[in-house]
T-cell receptor, first 114, second 112 residues
Framework: DAGITQSPRHKVTETGTPVTLRCHQT?????MYWYRQDPGHGLRLIHY???????DKGEVSDGYSVSRSKTEDFLLTLESATSSQTSVYFC?????????????FGPGTRLLVL | DQQVKQNSPSLSVQEGRISILNCDYT??????FLWYKKYPAEGPTFLIS?????DKNEDGRFTVFLNKSAKHLSLHIVPSQPGDSAVYFC???????????FGGGTRVLVKP
């Protein structure tokens, strides 16, 4: 358990509405990530952050924005949700061990866009 | 263009036998590889990793093998247990802990 929580855990919304997902961590990790999981695609990186106010795009960033105003929170926003954004969203942190740096995941948010 | 591929979407194995999961990659810049296990309605859980300077890493019942020339890695689970039934993802990165590229996953069913 890397001390990661995600909220909400489930959400149903309508096309065109904005949605914000929250990732919260308690262990002061510098790196945080947002992924989406879809059948046949594994997990794909949306955005990541390497510090407060420092973020960068991942593989599937179109239609998403992120913000990190404090170390413990990383927010993912769908500005205008579309049905193609129906997915399971996972947040991750990167450990800073000496031997290996591994990503650890939160429990996920299941989003349904109608 | 999938840079990391798991060509077997599913695998069924008898309890006590060996499970072998395979993963192929195309990007020669990848130098750190990981396996994750995922149960339904939970986040992926880190299992084991290997750096490109090694060809084998072992942790209990789990062993990962890396063949750099073939751009292929495999995960061996011996002996398989019913609790191992889950979806397994391989992942790769260009530097330890940097952005991960995942395969599509292999669903493993261990039969009692």
């Amino acid at each position: 358990d890397a001390g990661i929580t995600q909220s909400p855990r489930h959400k149903v919304t309508e096309t065109g509405t904005p949605v914000t997902l929250r990732c919260h961590q308690t262990e002061n990790h510098r790196y945080m990530y947002w992924y989406r999981q879809d059948p046949g695609h594994g997990l794909r990186l949306i955005h990541y952050s390497y510090g407060v106010k420092d973020t960068d795009k991942g593989e599937v960033s179109d239609g998403y924005s992120v913000s990190r105003s404090k170390t413990e929170d990383f927010l993912l926003t769908l500005e205008s949700a579309t049905s193609s954004q129906t997915s399971v969203y996972f947040c991750a942190i990167r450990s800073e061990g000496k031997v290996q740096k591994t990503q650890y995941f939160g429990p996920g948010t299941r989003l349904l866009v109608l | 263009d999938q840079q990391v591929k798991q060509n077997s979407p599913s695998l069924s194995v008898q309890e006590g036998r060996i499970s072998i999961l395979n993963c192929d990659y195309t990007n020669s810049m990848f130098d750190y590889f990981l396996w994750y296990k995922k149960y339904p309605a939970e986040g992926p859980t880190f299992l084991i990793s290997i750096s490109s300077i090694k060809d084998k890493n072992e942790d209990g019942r789990f062993t990962v093998f890396l063949n750099k020339s073939a751009k292929h890695l495999s995960l061996h689970i011996v002996p398989s247990q019913p609790g191992d039934s889950a979806v397994y993802f391989c992942a790769a990165s260009k530097a330890a802990g940097n952005k991960l590229t995942f395969g599509g996953g292999t669903r493993v069913l261990v039969k009692p």
